[in-house]
């Protein structure tokens, strides 16, 4: 099985800040990689999908990169809106899902 | 969108059949996935359905512990148990697959659209 990992687990950010988290998988996933967030009480939102393709309707601070076995999502000007918990996903084969990046406000 | 059925509070042995409606789209055409969240943890995918013919694929980790179905004529996913327990206690979400669409090899997957999630308690 291909496992996810995350890192950090959780960070604290000023607002405005360039926030990274990084996802990595055990196994080449190519770009079968998405990214979501959950906000406190709420479900999961689709961020990014094929590792670096923007769903429609999320702000452009939001990006993906990475391929392989690597990964990150940026967000380039952290907003109190964001605060929430990321998690990644890679969607080869069958689905896992990552940890989890909990993200706050410094 | 999809709608989740309101949550439950039962008890150990008692069997549950929690649903997910989807309405605005074509529903029979994309597969659905059922995901668990335990309190305060991450999210496991446990299963997904077919709804126009009923395929069905489960994690190994919930086979044989929750059954996934599929009434295509009222646009409606199940997830059901037979028999809780407390471990069972967890949010659980529906969410609509979608096909990637930049893959040049097998299609593969993501969740595009998610439910609201349903709260289930299991508690003597």
């Known amino acids: 099985d291909i496992q996810m990992t995350q890192s950090p687990s959780s960070l604290s950010a000023s607002v405005g800040d360039r926030v990274t988290i990084t996802c990595r998988a055990s196994?080449?996933?190519?770009?079968?990689l998405a990214w979501y967030q959950q906000k406190p009480g709420n479900g999961p939102k689709l961020l990014i999908y094929?590792?670096?393709a923007l769903q429609p309707g999320v702000p452009s601070r939001f990006s993906g990169s990475g391929s392989g076995t690597d990964f990150t999502l940026t967000i380039s000007s952290l907003q109190p809106e964001d605060v929430a918990t990321y998690y990644c996903?890679?969607?080869?084969?069958?689905?896992?899902f990552g940890p989890g990046t909990k993200v706050d406000i410094k | 969108q999809l709608v989740q059925s309101g949550a439950e509070v039962k008890k150990p042995g008692e069997s549950l059949k929690i649903s997910c409606q989807g309405s605005?789209?074509?529903?029979?055409?994309?597969?659905i996935a059922w995901v668990r969240q335990m309190p305060g943890k991450g999210l496991e995918w446990m299963g997904t359905?077919?709804?126009?013919?009923?395929?069905?694929e489960y994690s190994p980790s919930f086979q044989g512990q929750v059954t996934i179905s599929a009434d295509k004529s009222i646009n409606t996913a199940y997830l059901q148990w037979t028999s809780l327990k407390a471990s069972d206690t967890a949010m659980f979400y529906c969410?609509?697959?979608?096909?990637?669409?930049?893959?040049?090899?097998?299609?593969?997957?993501?969740?595009?659209?998610w439910g609201k999630g349903t709260t289930v308690t299991v508690s003597s």
């Open positions: 605005g789209y074509s529903f029979t055409t994309y597969w």
């Open positions: 996903q890679k969607y080869i084969t069958a689905f896992a």
């Open positions: 969410a609509r697959l979608k096909r990637d669409p930049t893959g040049s090899g097998p299609d593969y997957y993501y969740m595009d659209v």
């Open positions: 196994h080449d996933i190519h770009t079968y």
């Open positions: 359905i077919y709804p126009d013919d009923s395929d069905t």
């Open positions: 094929a590792a670096s």
